[in-house]
C-alpha cells in the first residue's frame, strides 16, 4: 500500500514532535502493510516552521533515519496544500510542495468550515497553473455533506478526491463524514484512501490496512486495491490514472446493515 496523506516529518506541523516519533509512526505504518508514504505537511500560516524548498531534504533524512532503524519504508515529499495559500504561491513554491516536486500532483486541503459559493471556481485557479488535484479528506467538510452532489460533480469534472481511511471504519448512522465518505466510495467518486496519519498514537486514527478492507467491503477489493495501490503510484510517477476496476455489488439486506455498525 502507499499512503499518500501523511504527516510524518517531525517538528514543523500538528504531526510527530521529534524525529523518534516520527521512526515510531514509520513503524507502524510499516507494520500496517503500508510500504511507501508521502509526507504532507500542512502549507497554511498557522504552520510557519514548513518551508516549502526544505520538504525533499526532511523527507530524505527522515528515510535515512528510518533505514538506520530497520524500517524499509520509501518517503518521499508533498504538501497539504490550503487553496487560498495555493492561489498566491509563486511557482517554485507551488511546485516544491507538489508529489515528490515535480511539478503535475498536488495535495489541496478541504476546508474545514463550510465552503464559498466560489469555492470550485478557486480551486479551479489552482487546476489552471497545470496542476492536477487531490482533494484530500471532503468527507469531513459541512457543505459537502449537506450537498453530496457538490463534491461529485467536482468529481465528474476531473477533480482526485481522497477519503480518509477512519471515515470508512465509524457508523455511518452516526458520523456524517462516514456516511459520504461510503458515498464517494460506492458511487465510484473517490480515487484514494489515505490515513491522514498525525502520530503513533494519535486517537480515532484507522490504519490504511483497515480503511483499504472497509472499502472492500463496500466496492470489491480490486477496486480497493486500486485506490492504494495504482492510483497512488500513477500521481506519485504524475501519469495518468490507470483504468478503474468495475465495483462489485455490495451485500443487501442483514450482511449489509451489519456493515454499516
Do not use: C
Amino acid at each position: 500500500m502507499i499512503d499518500l496523506h501523511t504527516h510524518l516529518l517531525p517538528g514543523i506541523d500538528d504531526g510527530p514532535a521529534t524525529m523518534s516519533d516520527s521512526v515510531e509512526l514509520a513503524g507502524h505504518l510499516w507494520a500496517d502493510g503500508t510500504r511507501g508514504v508521502a509526507a504532507t505537511p500542512h502549507i497554511r500560516p498557522d504552520h510557519p516552521d514548513v518551508y516549502p524548498h526544505e520538504l525533499s531534504g526532511l523527507a530524505s533524512e527522515l528515510e535515512d533515519e528510518l533505514r538506520a532503524n530497520g524500517i524499509e519504508l520509501g518517503v518521499v515529499h508533498a504538501g497539504e496544500v490550503d487553496l487560498a495559500w495555493g492561489l498566491e504561491a509563486s511557482g517554485d513554491d507551488l511546485r516544491a510542495v507538489s508529489y515528490r516536486g515535480i511539478g503535475k500532483d498536488l495535495l489541496v486541503e478541504t476546508p474545514y468550515g463550510p465552503l464559498t459559493s466560489n469555492f470550485e471556481t478557486l480551486l479551479f485557479g489552482l487546476a489552471v497553473k497545470g496542476y492536477r488535484i487531490l482533494l484530500a479528506h471532503p468527507e469531513r467538510n459541512p457543505t459537502f455533506q449537506e450537498d453530496p452532489q457538490r463534491v461529485e460533480r467536482l468529481s465528474a469534472n476531473g477533480t482526485l478526491l481522497q477519503v480518509t481511511a477512519s471515515s470508512l471504519t465509524r457508523p455511518s448512522r452516526t458520523s456524517r463524514s462516514a456516511k459520504l465518505a461510503r458515498r464517494l466510495i460506492e458511487g465510484g467518486h473517490a480515487h484514494v484512501v489515505a490515513s491522514d496519519s498525525h502520530g503513533a498514537a494519535a486517537p480515532g486514527r484507522t490504519g490504511l490496512a483497515e480503511g483499504t478492507r472497509a472499502a472492500a467491503g463496500l466496492v470489491g477489493k480490486a477496486r480497493a486495491g486500486w485506490m492504494v495501490e495504482a492510483v497512488p503510484r500513477a500521481i506519485l510517477q504524475g501519469e495518468p490514472l490507470p483504468q478503474a476496476p468495475p465495483i462489485e455489488s455490495r451485500p443487501t439486506g442483514m450482511l449489509a446493515r451489519l456493515r454499516q455498525r
